[in-house]
């Protein structure tokens, strides 16, 4: 039985549909985030060692804030 690991899921294992939903989602907002990072800051670029945004040429401390 899928399951979805969030604290609003009280009623046990979810469906397939309600699991397929919630993966769907979180992919969705994941990659509309990205998407809204890459339009306001398009000089930014990826810190090779724990993956956050950095701008180019400054050191990145890998704190995820």
Do not use: N
Request: aromatic share 14%; proline share 11%.
């Amino acid at each position: 039985m899928p399951w979805i690991d969030h604290p609003a899921r009280q009623d046990g294992p979810a469906s397939i549909l309600d699991w397929l939903r919630f993966k769907l989602g979180t992919w969705m907002q994941w990659r509309g985030r990205e998407l809204e990072h890459r339009a306001l800051y398009p000089a930014d670029v990826r810190c090779p060692d724990c993956g956050g945004w950095t701008r180019p040429g400054v050191y990145c401390d890998h704190i995820p804030f």
